[in-house]
């Protein structure tokens, strides 16, 4: 990650706070364990921003402190109010800066994903592309590196490789959390809000109001900078007592010159229509009973795709928390027909297709305004345990950004999901190893890097035996492995990270229950770490395939065969996997060619 940003945004003082009266910021102490307290901004009787803090108490030691911008607000001390402990209390442990140095080195920061700079991240959010430039925005807070007071993050991107942090882009209010959604360009100005603005929809969440969760808008004047919240909010609100309404997606349909709104509505995706953004009038509800759906459907996108035949077909994401067939959070998606007003899903409703067969894929959207490129950006954990993985000054990064593409397997259509090409800006030094050969009971190792530099690129072409199990694993002096192999027997591609470092955190003291998709209905299951398993995707195993593996110190992302199976693992090694250890048990399991190529910016 390039860090320009780091230099001016913050201040992150572990040990003690510098003592000023007043300043720019406000330095907080965190604890993440302790209970949020309400802090409030308000100037002349009006209310101007709500965050929950999890202030460090006397006595406690902090684990990181975060800052607050009040020039942001042209906000004083005199205008900070709290609930739930005394000013007296609260100003003993807050102080002020005017100045930011840079966050501290984490352990398992990637070095190329995206990150927040610090705090916490969850959805990437209206994703837009504009003038040669990506950008990424995200759930966001900034107070904390655990989820609460959600704002839309952003950083920007020219070749979706190199990430630039931008200042938050919309900030929770008076009106709720500004949950997840997207942007359109309006180019033409149908909103009227200008030519060209950057209009962004999210749902505005708010357990005080009549409706908790509603459709609001923000534009941009600036190119996606700063946004204005549109005075006319909400602008759509739920019907038939739907509980969960929320992540809406806008797109035009440019056949019937109109905008378009997928709203995920409890176990469904409610489609409207609107010809000014602001105004929206239902048309038609997809989804119910169709693939996982234990719970609330999340996260829709909705675009076409063109398989290299020319077939063209509709493509709706539909987000799962739970649902992964591994526990948690996972993608699937649906293949039909779309005629402006209604979605045909091609197949039964008990088909169940997964974008990524690991189980640190969630909350997958695409960019808009990409021309035909459908360019999907994943956020890279689970919400069984997001909020407890070994990080420290931030939680989460995205997975690399990835070009979904269409093909057909028999008479059903599936989605591919490829690193996108601009990717090779990281290669720098590689090598190529020619005809590894691992038998039943003799392995072969190969030395991946020397310098433990952590993110490197495999790119392999490999010959896998009709019977048995044959793969290889990452290893480390440390003893942390993980495990990939193809199991013929069971017609599998496995990824085992339960030996794979620090997996602790991720131990639960009581069996629970996941949901079989198989049966499409929850069961009891005898485990007892939600992170240490293994995933599998069902494929034909014997034979030839291409693999591509992306590694970025905590994470997996392997691809095989164009993109056909992609499966998205987190893991935490007490130091990086150097090598890798090609075995069979049975037969004669050949890679080909292995391409080793180390990543950096
Ligand atoms: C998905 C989600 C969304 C919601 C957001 C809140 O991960 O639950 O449905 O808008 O996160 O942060």
Redesign the pocket.
Known sequence: MKKPFSVVLLIFLTLSCSRRPEGRYLILPVREANDEIVLTIEKGGETLYIADIRLALPGQEADYCVPMDLEHFGAGRRDVRFTGIDDKTAWSLISFSDTLPSVPADKYRPKYHHTPEYGWM??ANGLFFKDGVYHLYY?YNPYAAV?GN?HWGHSVSTDLVHWEHKPVAIYRDDYG?I???STVVDYNNTAGFGKGAVVAF??S?NTAREYVQTQCIAYSLDDGLTFTKYDGNPVLVPFDGIK?F??PKVFRYEPEDKWIMIV?ADKEMRFYTSQNLRDWEYMSAWGEGYGVQPR?F??PDFFQLTTAQGETKWVMIV?V?PGCYFGG?ATQYFVGDFDGRTFTCDSPKETVKWLDWGKDH??TVCFSNTGDRVIAVP?MSN?QYGAIVPTRYYRSANAVPRELGLFKDGDEFYVSACPVPELSKLDKESRTVSGITAVAGKSQNVKLFDRTDGAYRLDMEINVPASGKAGWRFTNAAGDVVDMYFDTALGRFVMDRSRSGMVDFGNRSTTHEIENHDRRKTMSMNYVNDFALATWAPVKVAGKHSVCILYDLSSFEVFIDGGKVAMTNLVFPKEPYTDMEVYSDKGRFVIDRLRITAQGL
């Open positions: 969850n959805d759930q989820w959600m959390h949950f997840s959604g999210y749902s969440w969960d929320r992540d995920s609330q999340e996260c987000n928390n959070s969630y909350a956020w919400w």
